[in-house]
DNA sequence: CGGCGCATGATTGTCGACAATCAGCCATTG
DNA sequence: CAATGGCTGATTGTCGACAATCATGCGCCG
């Protein structure tokens, strides 16, 4: 069984405040949602728990990690931190080949609009996982998505209803900056792009609420293999 | 059960050298010797997995993770990035009560002599992760924890034999300057501290006891049939 | 004699059942 | 009437058994 299927479903629906910081994730109830058995599911949740994107606590359960304010600043820092320290090593070992990628997923991010918020989010995520990949690093690359999803976790919880956020130009004007082998220009354009999306949240308070996981994940396209599904309703 | 225990006896292994970087992880093996079965043991595995310290392959195992020389070199650059971060971050929100703790951390260092390596080991990394603690970033405490997990397993891999020993001085002299609020001497010391730890290590490429066979024809252009291929983490 | 394919043993992956634990509710009591 | 105690339903934690998969060694064939 794909068990990445699953993480990517909880991503998702996190992503798409299907969600919410808080919520719990029954076992029962997620296992009949990807239609598997929860031996799979604990062990997506535990995979989870150690990234921190959920929060497990012991006989209670897994629910959707919520970052305190602190927490979340932490993440934009530590973020500024490590992209800091990856455009300035990839410039180090720049090749003109090397680019090549990040302006695909410019083109790509183009190319996208602003049809599917996930897949857009997912776009942005990979811009930024692809300059720490250009370091050369993999250890930065490996904190740099566990950052992203943080970030989108954060982001799910913070941001401001109807301000679905998009930095229109930051992606180009930093890609464009590296391809010129303008290290002070990007890091500074790099540092911008995180201040501002961390500026268009609103870190002071949210509030949570419960829903049908079972539901959720159905609105997504996951269909149980009909194995005794969740008795909804009655 | 307490799984910590089984987690901390797999590290200390690797730490004694007892256990060595490749050798297999047995699932009844290590519930046998762990007096407990393999559904904890299974837990444990993939908590380290998560974390490259150990590699789990489907179907064939857990194994102790051999870090390549870059692997290895990534490791101790990212340490650099976040440390030098760190002490910046730390001495910009410094009072006095705070280094406390680091006084008492190098007191008990040099009150341990050099008596258990693995306990040595242990106080060495509280040390470091007590840095990032007092820069009051938590992404960058876990991240540090996780590095200095790892930096023991590059140690254990990479240490010439017969040469155990550590730089004598370099923790009290960083505490030091980091009392004294002096910044750019803290970093320049932790820097300097890092390269010398790397520096005693073989990480010219001598002896690479399995060179990886996969990795050298993925070198030559030539893929697996990627059933699942290089799956890490869990 | 060397290489290929298959049986075999051992290990990992999967699953359902049972036990332990916790939150919520109701009766009892001061 | 409020607070406490135990009961109950539901959820998580644990475990052993079975199925699937892989490495090994043997025999067979070229």
Redesign the interface.
């Known amino acids: 069984m794909d068990q990445d299927l699953v993480v990517q479903g909880i991503l998702k629906a996190i992503s798409l405040k299907r969600l919410r910081p808080g919520m719990k994730l029954g076992e029962i109830e997620l296992a009949s949602a990807f239609g598997t058995n929860r031996t799979h599911i604990r062990?997506v949740l535990?995979?989870l728990g150690?990234?921190?994107l959920v929060t497990l606590i012991p006989n209670r359960g897994a629910f959707v990690s919520q970052c305190s304010v602190?927490?979340a600043r932490?993440?934009f820092?530590?973020r500024k931190?490590?992209e800091r320290?990856a455009i300035s090593?990839a410039l180090d070992r720049f090749t003109p080949e090397m680019g090549r990628n990040l302006s695909r997923l410019v083109a790509l991010e183009k190319a996208h609009g602003h049809n599917d918020r996930w897949d857009g989010l997912d776009l942005s995520a990979s811009f930024h996982v692809e300059i720490a990949r250009l370091s050369?690093?993999?250890?930065?690359v490996?904190?740099m998505e566990e950052?992203a999803l943080?970030t989108s976790l954060v982001i799910a919880q913070y941001e401001p209803p109807g301000a679905e956020d998009h930095c229109p130009d930051a992606h180009p004007d930093i890609a464009e900056r590296i391809l010129a082998r303008d290290k002070a220009g990007a890091v500074a354009a790099m540092e911008r792009h995180l201040t501002e999306m961390q500026a268009r949240l609103r870190l002071d308070g949210g509030e949570e609420s419960e829903a049908d996981i079972a539901a959720i994940f159905q609105d997504l396209g996951i269909v149980p293999k009909a194995k005794g599904g969740t008795r909804r309703g009655a």
Do not use: C, M, W, Y
Not at 136 to 140: A, K, T, Y
């Open positions: 062990q535990s995979h150690s990234r921190d602190d927490e932490a993440i820092e530590t931190i490590l320290a090593a050369g690093n993999p250890v930065l490996k904190f950052l943080r």
